[in-house]
């Protein structure tokens, strides 16, 4: 009964989506510290790329990860790269409030 229990409980983990960038907030807020007042989009992605590379890396490689599982008349569940990071900025800037 508790192997059952421990492989059931892992099974649906699994299945779990993992979040593309750990520590989002955070890593989102120390890029805004490092850049002046009025700083525009491509100034903040350019920023979190110097800074976070493997982070970017990341986000590249499992937004290629979903073209290539994706059909062909299927939308992608990502949005492109820099449109992730812009909209992570402006969900940022929402809490932020």
Do not use: C, Q
């Amino acid at each position: 009964m508790i192997v059952y229990f421990y492989v059931r409980r892992h099974e649906k983990e699994k299945n779990k989506p993992m979040a593309v960038i750990l520590k989002k907030d955070e890593k989102i807020e120390e890029v805004v510290s490092l850049l002046p007042e009025g700083f525009n989009t491509d100034d903040f992605i350019n920023k979190f790329k110097e800074l976070f590379e493997k982070d970017w890396i990341k986000i590249n490689s499992t937004y290629e990860k979903h073209l290539r599982k994706s059909k062909p008349e299927k939308s992608i569940p990502m949005p492109p790269p820099e449109k992730y990071l812009s909209n992570a900025l402006k969900v940022w800037n929402k809490k932020k409030g």
